[in-house]
Nanobody
């Protein structure tokens, strides 16, 4: 089992920045990929960014050049640096990890609100 806890969300004006953190605990040795997803009101949850155990990253087109995902070597933290935030970035942001055994784990989410 892996437990994930997000932090760092909040209210920010358009053009501002936030840094989300996700702390992993439990069977961290089993973690492969980690990532951030978001869900806006009335919309489906969507992938924002992922990072593999090798450090390869992937971003949804709408955040490329503005968001940066990173993780520490111990796989105990994954971060999402969000710059040049837009009102359409408003959502609940979730941390997710996948294990080598095929399981997926989610955090409880953190609210990000960008005012215009």
């Amino acid at each position: 089992q892996v437990q994930l806890v997000e932090s760092g969300g909040g209210l920010v004006q358009a053009g501002g920045s936030l840094r989300l953190s996700c702390a992993a605990s439990g069977s961290i040795f089993s973690i492969n990929d980690m990532g951030w997803y978001r869900q806006a009101p009335g919309k489906q949850r969507e992938l924002v960014a992922t990072i593999t155990s090798a450090g390869n990253t992937n971003y949804v087109d709408s955040v490329k050049g503005r968001f940066t995902i990173s993780r520490n070597n111990a796989k105990t933290f994954v971060y999402l640096q969000m710059n040049s935030l837009k009102p359409e970035d408003t959502a609940v942001y979730y941390c997710k990890c996948s294990s080598r055994y095929g399981s997926n784990y989610w955090g409880q989410g953190t609210q990000v609100t960008v005012s215009s």
